[in-house]
């Protein structure tokens, strides 16, 4: 088990970017999966972005591919999400995920660990 915690969030125009970065502690960082995603009022919580424990293979999903990059720093415990070319329709909350092991989830429900989230509004 990994304990997460997410930082970076903000308010910015769009157009503009904004960098999230997830820090773990707990359990071996470099043996679980990331993921984010995003939570916006009355709405389900999406997937957004994943990496495998290397770092070498990331995932998107179609609604944020060629904005968004995923990356890892397995020596400092912390995954971040590089956000370009922010829209409104971007505004959510956003969290980071943990799954142990070698397979990337892309849905919420497979990921066991999870952080409290941090608030990212694009205003227009």
């Known amino acids: 088990q990994v304990q997460l915690v997410e930082s970076g969030g903000g308010l910015v125009q769009a157009g503009g970017s904004l960098r999230l970065a997830c820090a773990a502690s707990?359990?071996?960082?470099?043996?679980?999966?990331m993921g984010w995603f995003r939570q916006a009022p009355g709405k389900e919580r999406d997937f957004v972005a994943a990496i495998n424990w290397t770092g070498r293979n990331t995932y998107y999903a179609d609604s944020v591919k060629g904005r968004f990059t995923i990356s890892r720093d397995n020596a400092k415990n912390t995954v971040y999400l590089q956000m370009n070319s922010l829209r409104p329709e971007d505004t959510a909350v956003y969290y980071c995920?943990?799954?142990?092991?070698?397979?990337?989830?892309?849905?919420?429900?497979?990921?066991?660990?999870w952080g409290q989230g941090t608030q990212v509004t694009v205003s227009s």
């Open positions: 707990g359990d071996t960082f470099s043996s679980y999966a």
């Open positions: 995920a943990a799954e142990l092991g070698t397979k990337v989830p892309v849905r919420a429900i497979e990921y066991d660990d």
